[in-house]
């Protein structure tokens, strides 16, 4: 009896019609795109300035109303800037400068600088009124300085030619070296240095804080000595002394000068010239009466 096998099925053909690759390709490229966009984020707005930030609307509303309230809150926004450059500014100038005083010129240089925004010319108002602030602030320094603006130059350029003679000497430079650098007689360089030797104003009513938690000093009490004489006081009195010494004679210029000068008492000015103390008595009423008359007609003299 004959078995009959069964024949093999065919397989299938794993080629594919071109029609069909192509709009394969072409799905998978489409989803490709589509989550690529849903991955991507938006694309931001391109800002020039302050042209398309946040502050855009604001601006453009003052520029049209000015209206106070709107520039206060401009104001408010941009005061870091104003300290920031104050603070800075205050390293590079002298401890009496305050920086309060230095914030107050530069709030009126950021006023300006707001009132002459444009936001269409497309900078930063950052960038824009960081210069306005610092040259107001320098322009108030300027009209505060006593010293003429020559001089601050002429001690600029002494410094500098300094400081250069020391980096090549490796000393300090001598007026013959610095007049040499400078193109300049002794004469000339010395009548510079004297001309730009600025002296720095302070008050004596500054305090003193020495941060040991008590309460802060004044520097005029440092200065100040109450157990020393009035100057002014010494000076008349030397002056009326030698107008009295003047008009006297040998005897009563030793007994005025002994009780006056030295200290010393009747008693013992009679002893030292050997006079009795009633004599000497009677030479000093003498010279007070002469000085009496003296002054009277000083006081004539004046008067007419």
């Known amino acids: 009896m004959s078995v009959t096998k069964a024949a093999p099925k065919a397989k299938k053909s794993s080629t594919k019609s071109p029609k069909a690759t192509a709009k394969k ?6 989803t490709a795109k589509a989550k690529s966009k849903a991955k991507s984020p938006a694309k931001r707005k391109k800002v020039f300035g302050e042209i398309g930030g946040e502050n855009e609307k604001l601006w ?26 104050a603070e800075r500014l205050q390293l590079t100038l002298p401890r009496s400068i305050e920086v309060d005083d230095l914030k107050s010129a530069g709030v009126f240089g950021l006023m300006d600088a707001i ?9 930063k108002f950052k960038t824009y009124c ?3 602030i610092r040259g107001a602030i320098l322009d108030e320094l300027r009209s505060q300085d006593w010293v003429p ?3 601050r130059l002429r001690g600029h350029q002494l410094a500098r030619t300094q400081a250069a003679l020391e980096a090549r000497h490796g000393r300090l430079p001598t007026d013959a070296e610095m007049a040499e650098e400078m193109n300049l007689s002794v004469h000339a360089y010395i009548a510079i240095t004297e001309e730009a030797r600025a002296h720095t104003v302070r008050s004596l009513s500054e305090s003193w804080d020495d941060g040991s938690g008590d309460q802060p000093v004044e520097k005029i009490d440092f200065l100040r000595d109450p157990n020393s004489p009035n100057p002014a006081d010494v000076l008349n009195q030397e002056d009326v002394m030698v107008a009295i010494i003047r008009s006297l004679n040998r005897r009563e210029k030793e007994i005025i000068l002994m009780y006056y000068r030295d ?3 009747m008693k013992q000015i009679g002893s030292l010239m050997t006079l009795t103390e009633s004599r000497v008595c009677q030479v000093h009423s003498n010279v007070m009466r002469k000085l009496k008359l003296h002054l009277e007609e000083r006081h004539q003299q ?3």
């Open 149 to 151: 603006r020559l001089v």
């Open 130 to 132: 960081s210069t306005r």
């Open 263 to 265: 200290g010393l008492t």
């Open 115 to 123: 009132d002459g925004f444009d936001i269409d010319r497309g900078i």
């Open 25 to 30: 390709a072409t799905k998978r490229k489409t």
């Open 302 to 304: 004046l008067a007419v």
């Open 60 to 85: 453009r509303t003052y520029a049209k109303s000015h209206d106070p309230a709107l520039r206060n809150q401009l104001m408010e926004m941009y005061l870091p800037v104003v300290q920031f450059i």
